[in-house]
């Protein structure tokens, strides 16, 4: 069974950065395509970023696109999001996902295991 850890999550100020890791175990990270997603308040979850196995294919929704950056670390089973110019829409509980399979994707429902998610609130 995989198990993913976020971390990384807070309260910053708008034009902020933080970086949330995702700590992947039980499974073959490697093997995995992984993605972050992100909820508001009141909102369904959506796509934010996504990466494949070897890390050297990402994609962006719109929103974040030119802000944020995914990025994995397959010798210590993490990927991560960093994120820059943060802006209170910004604001939501931040998930990773992993599914097995070389390519990303920014479906939800492609996704096989899920992280509990992380807090980020951007203040204005």
């Known amino acids: 069974q995989v198990q993913l850890v976020e971390s990384g999550g807070g309260l910053v100020q708008a034009g902020g950065s933080l970086r949330l890791s995702c700590a992947a175990s039980?499974?073959?990270?490697?093997?995995?395509?992984m993605g972050w997603f992100r909820q508001a308040p009141g909102k369904e979850r959506e796509f934010v970023a996504t990466?494949?196995?070897?890390?050297?294919?990402?994609s962006y929704a719109d929103s974040v696109k030119g802000r944020f950056a995914i990025s994995r670390d397959n010798a210590k089973n993490t990927v991560y999001l960093q994120m820059n110019s943060l802006k209170p829409e910004d604001t939501a509980v931040y998930y990773c996902?992993?599914?097995?399979?070389?390519?990303?994707?920014?479906?939800?429902?492609?996704?096989?295991?899920w992280g509990q998610g992380t807090q980020v609130t951007v203040s204005s």
């Open positions: 996902a992993s599914r097995l399979g070389r390519a990303g994707s920014d479906r939800l429902i492609a996704y096989d295991y």
């Open positions: 039980g499974g073959s990270f490697s093997s995995s395509a």
């Open positions: 990466i494949n196995t070897s890390g050297g294919t990402t």
